[in-house]
């Protein structure tokens, strides 16, 4: 019994006329946890009833406390019938079970009801006593925090990333057993809405278990699913990364981070991320892998497992396998050793985040992928669910074999997710493979000759970029070259990943949104053949949509991806695809070449004719795009970019998937051959037509950009206005006929014309950049295609944006002065401007110090500004290495002094503070938004995490607006009540929010409709950092970057 | 019963699918588009207000499509009917907690709902609200609703009003001066009155309900300021003693008189005219107590006092200067008891007058 919860019921206000006679309303309040009810009195007649209750004390245990959600729900009193709900809140408790979060909910809460939405608020206080040792309690995981943020939360240091956690749970559908035929839609969404929450209790128990398991504290990256299976049943699922973490309160454990002569702290690493999230980490190779990694084959069967195909691709380059080439070999195989230690007693060397500390990405290998087709089956004991289990067991097995394949030995950036339609089910896991850096991974396991090696051998401006595999027995064709920014090591020319651009990556002009749309027309079919089908046809997808994304990428003129995400959506007669990454131009890799048309009969004349239009069209679009994404890298002589590596191919050609047969998938060449030398052989019409796609992309109107990362790159100058969004479509593809053609191009003016609408309608935020965009594609019925999209438009400031940009360096420099602020650990008194006038302080001193040596990268930076100049004097790699390494000094002498200049910007900043906020609004503001930081603020504590499942549904669809008007309020009272729950817990925003599902049917001949959304987030209380500034302690620090443009915003 | 729908064999799939497309945009800060709300609130269908703003240039301007601007006013026009139900008690539009509005675009939002045409508002002066008349205007169901808001309710009407509509001042006192119209049912249709303005009689409004109203000499008073006090009303019938006795209207004007000798350039029509200006002023009060001779109050002022004044040339000044030593003079009428009556009665009237007096 080691848990008292304790609620009362204060008082209701705007509650609906329930007593049509009088107008007004009796109402009483049933407060229920687990088995146990308890009511307040009546309240008569009143639309603003005040219980204000004794204390209602439930005594529990704490598995029933975490499993559990607090049930309240608002009745009218009826003396001659039955009482009529009014309507229901449901409060997550778990916010309360550990000791750093909220330690009370208290607030006004949307009293919800399924069918008729948000009926008035109620007032409600709610606390937790725990008794004893929590962790003596094995069932209960209290304890654990859990974030959904996918990088180590801020406020927080990472001690160890112990790694992979995940567990499924699943259950029967409500809303498929026999009783939903006689009880009320509103009694059966009820019992879905409540099922959900305690099957995401018990999961979110389950993980935690886990995570103690492992001697962790937290989960970090937590992304829990749904499977709506029908009548299969409903699967609850989740995945994570347990991770020890430190709150970042007792600062004088890191102080020493200048003076003592540990390595480890020397190197600072480890804390995390002071500003939330700017960091991410590195991406690495090309898509390339992926071509191998469906493995679609026969895994549709039931109990089957897949793949036979893929493993037969893996031995090449087991770990340790490889012969040393060159400089980086032998260096190579003892990393991979070390790191294999740390990694090898993990099943899954999986990493959901896509942001790490710094020095944790070593190398990345590329995106690795994998996907099956299931047949849905009845779950016939939810207490056993092996078969989805094994499902996903099969598929992280791939994907594991995958990264082996790519010399890598664990995965980043790792999700999973499902398509269903009707029985059928296409599960997807995705990442990127990697090598980490293996101090992060265990305990006192640092070997510091080894770190010195890493830290040589791997500059982080470019070291993420470096092959992981062994150059002489590559995985996959590729073409290599050295580095364009350390020289030493070789790189790949194009790079795919799935996480965030890490911070230190060294990053020319600005990125990009880059899409690739697909449709597939499919035979409607039942069961295995269906599977069947579904199972040829991805390959196809997946290698167009590759290709696509490669060219589009060659189009702007870049040479890396990332943050990608491929959904393949499956519906009754099509499949569809769609990629979304942010395109960047990495300095360490070589320049793009172009995209070369070539036609297949050079005899007609006007067919040449129009080629050469075409090429020329796009030529010109690529000039075009390299001048809006300033796109400017330093030119490098031919002679010096010339490597020694033999080249299988100059030119290699593309073969277009139409031709068939899947033997030919495996042996698709990706390599996309030498600078000059992207060639898309026109060879029928369908060619034509991609071409044309490809120049259809619009970019963004002046004064936008847009990615689907945390950070744009080449942004850096955020103002804290900031607008989160999702918004919803629903259209029809296509009617008579459709070719795969047609629907294409619907598909593509879909997902344009609502990029184009959310361009309109942001248009008063310019300067402004669209981050973390998040498509998602469902096809609910026939030839319907519905795609929501969940974003954050931030202003940024555009005369910042200048100068910044001149001083490319600031960005990182800032950033790494953060961190040091973080570790330093007394954040009101340290956090001030950093850019503000004052000369050197002795803190500034020490700050700088301790930047010197996070802040590698900035000086990177700067070096990769200039050293071009003096290139072309140098004749050989040993020359150029020796004076870059010059430079780099220099460099980062020139960081400083940049820092120093930067004032100007300061004083403008200054200016703006006093702007005074305008707040009298009796409801306080709570901010969303999709990032894991809001620009301008510190987040100063996690309160924890918000997962909010929720159904509506009418029978007067037309009387509520239409599908419009049902949809808007009802993704509006969601907003409202994510909000409402965040104030609760006294808490002012929420980041890292996501909508993880929104499952929309509509029976118009019924006049119905029905609704799901499943979203969640961190709950976070954030200062803004001009108003820590107004502390009266003046600081001398580097303030975080995000603040340089605190104070415009609101004016 | 969606788990029925939804299973292939049973679930209705009619021809048409979808009846319409699903197109919505939902931010967590609620976006509030100026242009769109005034087209909305000037009762614009969705079509027209695209068509207005196609001539208002945004095409040319953002590069954008019909159907990007289509989508756009679609869904403002749908925020505004779900903020229409808050707007009606502006109080709960700051408590909800469904749309997230910054303070200002709040204030905004409601002072421009509540907003009126003046030319209406005119129109409507002295009508009956309580009965919807003309239901097809939104502004006359918002004189409605302040209305039989603040119908009931004690104290100073124009701040009842601002507290439950939370109005700017300036506004509250307009409705405040449609609700006392409304109420005291004062004529303002005849043709003779047509020169004044709704300004002009709000402005009468204003100072008849700040000196006449018990609100205006009691905070607590027992009834509310939008109806007269019945017992004020019944008090105006002793002021006629200066018409009736005839000593007293002597007295009276040769006071007035020598006060003015010399002064005024219209001397010589004041001495003529003035137990006529003075029997009318007099007697627009006494007839107070009677809801039909209520109705006349402004009919009587303009016919009596200012188009025989408006005849005679007299400048505003000289009207000024004539009501200042009229109101004056009454204190040195021996026998006169009720100065403090007549004062707080002709500080309402003057400042009717002076309003009044213009062409």
Partial sequence: MPGKLKVKIVAGRHLPVMDRASDLTDAFVEVKFGNTTFKTDVYPKSLNPQWNSEWFKFEVDDEELQDEPLQITVLDHDTYSANDAIGKVYIDIDPLLYSEAATVISGWFPIYDTIHGIRGEINVVVKVDLFNDLNRFRQSS?????????????????????GFVEELVVNEDPEYQWIDRIRTPRASNEARQRLISLMSGELQRKIGLKVLEMRGNAVVGYLQCFDLEGESGLVVRAIGTACTLDKLSNTSAFLPACNSPSKEMKEIPFNEDPNPNTYSSGPSTPLKNQTYSFSPSKSYSRQSSSSDTDLSLTPKTGMGSGSAGKEGGPFKTLLRQQTQSALEQREFPFFTLTTFPPGFLVH???????????????????????????????????????????????????????SICEEVCILSASGTAAVLNPRFLQ??????CLEQRIEEASPPGCGFCHIPYDELNMPFPAHLTYCYNCRKQKVPDVLFTTIDLPVEAIVVGKGCLIQARLCRLKKKAQAEANATSISNLLPFMEYEVHTQLMNKLKLRGMNALFGLRIQITVGENMLMGLASATGVYLAALPTPGGIQIAGKTPNDGTYEQHI??????????????????????????EEIIGSPIPEPRQRSRLLRSQSESSDEVTELDLSHGKKDAFVLEIDDTDAMEDVHSLLTDVPPPSGFYSCNTEIMPGINNWTPEIQMFTAVRVSRLSNINPTNQTLNKNFNDLCENLLKSLYFKLRSMVPCCLCHVNFTVALPEDELVQIAVTAVAITYDKNQALQASKAP???????????????????????SDPLSSQPFSPAKEVLEGASSHTGIPAAQRATSVDYSSFADRCNSWIELIKLKAQTIRRGSIKTTTSLEKASPLAEGYLRHRSVPSCTNSTVSVVKMTPLSFLPGAKITKYL???????????????????????????????????????????????????????????????????????????????????????????????????????GDVTT | MWGHLGTPGTRARPAAGMSSDLDVFVGNTTLIDEEVYRLWLDGHSVAEAVARRLRGGVLEREGTSVAVLQSDTRDHYRTFQMLERLLHAPPRLLQQLLFQIPPERQALLVQRYYAFDEALARELLGKKLSKGTKKELDEFDNFKRVFKAVEELRGPLAENIQQLFLLPPSLARDYAAIVFFANSRFETGKRRLQFLSFADFAACAQSMMGH?????????????????????????????????????????????????????????????????????????????????????????????????????????????????QYTAAPRNLPGFRHQALWERYMAAITACLLRMYHD
Wanted: charged share 25%; proline share 5%.
């Fill in chain 1, 809 to 831: 360096t600031e960005k990182s420099q800032q950033r790494a002065s953060t961190d040091n602020e973080e570790q330093l650990q007394f954040p009101l008194e340290l956090c």
């Fill in chain 2, 212 to 324: 006449w109203s018990q609100g205006a000499l009691a905070p607590e008073a027992a009834e509310p300021d939008g109806d007269l006090p019945k017992s004020f009303l019944q008090d105006l019938k002793e002021l006629k003693v200066l018409v009736t006795d005839k000593d007293l209207l002597d007295q009276h004007k040769s006071l007035v008189c020598s006060a003015l000798r010399g002064k005024i350039s219209v001397y010589n029509e004041l001495e003529a005219n003035f137990k006529a200006l003075s029997r009318a002023l007099v007697n627009v009060g006494g007839k107070l107590t009677h809801a039909r001779d209520v109705r006349d109050f402004f009919v009587d002022l303009v016919e009596k006092v200012i188009e025989p004044c408006r005849s005679d040339k007299w400048s505003p000044g000289d009207l000024r200067l004539f009501l200042t």
């Fill in chain 1, 443 to 448: 305990d006192g396991t640092m070997e510091g």
């Fill in chain 1, 612 to 637: 050469s239009h075409m090429q020329k069209k796009i030529n010109d679009t690529i000039a075009k795009n390299k001048e809006l994404y300033e796109i400017n890298p330093p030119e490098l002589p």
């Fill in chain 1, 142 to 162: 209290c304890g654990v925090k859990f974030f959904c943020t996918t990088s180590i939360p801020k406020c927080y240091r990472a001690v160890i990333i112990h």
């Fill in chain 1, 944 to 1046: 924890g995490i918000i997962n909010m499942f929720f159904i509506r549904e009418t029978t007067s669809l037309r009387e509520e607006g239409g599908v419009s008007g049902f949809l808007h309020a009802f993704i509006a009272e969601v907003f409202a009540m994510v909000r409402a729950h965040v104030a609760a817990l006294g808490g002012n925003a929420v980041v890292s929010y996501i909508m993880k599902q929104c499952v929309f049917m509509e029976n118009p001949n019924k006049n119905q409709a029905q609704c799901l959304i499943n979203v969640s987030g961190d709950a976070v209380i954030f200062v803004r950092e001009s108003e820590l500034e107004m502390l009266p302690v003046q600081p001398s620090t580097a303030a975080p970057q995000p603040t340089s443009s605190a």
């Fill in chain 1, 364 to 418: 990345v290998g590329g995106v690795v992928s994998a996907r099956s087709v299931k047949l849905l089956d009845r779950i016939h004991n939810p207490d056993e669910p092996e078969t989805r289990d094994a499902w996903w067991a099969e598929i992280r097995q791939e994907i594991k074999s995958h990264a082996k394949a790519l010399g890598c030995h664990a995965v980043v950036g790792y999700s999973e997710s499902t």
